[in-house]
């Protein structure tokens, strides 16, 4: 199972809007609405973000959504701030009956 | 609060073995698939295997299938993986993770609401 397609890094200033892509395939992306983004700061545990391509737990800021067409994932973060600077990971169920996660994206806030 | 509690991780040769324990605590454990998923150090999330809540439902990724086996004791809230024939490349720290989905009888695969703080397993002579 091949990882999702991520770009390594983005970066945007504080108040600016960024979106970070999560490329698959039929058999995971692009076949279930079962996309995760989760946001991980250094040295800590990764935190989820956003479930089932566009839900957004209780507690993580509206300024996160998410969507889907086809066989890519986009997560957008609008309004920077200086705390989203972190690695974000895309996820998806697989036809397999597995997980697999993207590559990971480094945001970078200047 | 839910809680997940790695225990198990260490120094380990190439070849050796080594088991991990994740202890829950906080929720209907029994409910819950429950996920390992590792990551080397400066790399990205690799998911290693999960089980589900019965724990009669279980999967691997295609890097430890044969190598690695998850497990779980419901009576005592606790999941393992037991890993063999350990190589180089599986040094990493090890995550026990809860999916959100309440299911006892299926291999969710939706989204980790909760994760440990992780266990470092190197391999190394």
């Known amino acids: 199972q091949s990882a999702l397609t991520q770009p390594a890094s983005v970066s945007g200033s504080p108040g600016q809007s960024i979106t970070i892509s999560c490329t698959g395939t039929?058999?995971?992306?692009?076949?279930?609405?079962?996309v995760s983004w989760y946001q991980q700061h250094p040295g800590k545990a990764p935190k989820l973000m956003i479930s089932?391509?566009?839900d957004r737990p209780s507690g993580v800021s509206n300024r996160f959504s998410a969507s889907k067409s086809g066989n890519t994932a986009s997560l957008t973060i609008s309004g920077l701030q200086a705390e989203d600077e972190a690695d974000y990971y895309c996820?998806?169920?697989?036809?397999?009956?597995?997980?697999?996660f993207g590559g990971g994206t480094k945001l970078t806030v200047l | 609060e839910v809680q997940l509690l790695e225990s198990g991780g260490g120094l380990v040769q190439p070849g050796g073995s080594l088991r991990l324990s994740c202890a829950a605590s906080g929720f209907t454990f029994n409910s819950y698939s429950m996920y390992w998923v590792r990551q080397a150090p400066g790399k990205g999330l690799e998911w290693v295997s999960g089980i589900s809540g019965s724990g009669n439902t279980i999967s691997y990724g295609d890097s430890v299938k044969g190598r690695f086996t998850i497990s779980r004791d419901n009576s005592k809230n606790t999941v393992y993986l037991r890993m063999n024939s350990l190589r180089a490349e599986d040094t990493a720290v090890y995550y026990c993770?809860?999916?959100?989905?309440?299911?006892?009888?299926?291999?969710?695969?939706?989204?980790?609401?909760?994760w440990g703080q992780g266990t470092l397993v190197t391999v190394s002579s």
């Open positions: 996820s998806s169920y697989t036809s397999s009956s597995t997980l697999v």
């Open positions: 039929s058999s995971d992306v692009g076949g279930y609405n079962y």
């Open positions: 993770a809860k999916d959100q989905t309440w299911r006892w009888d299926l291999l969710a695969l939706r989204a980790i609401d909760y």
């Open positions: 089932e391509v566009t």
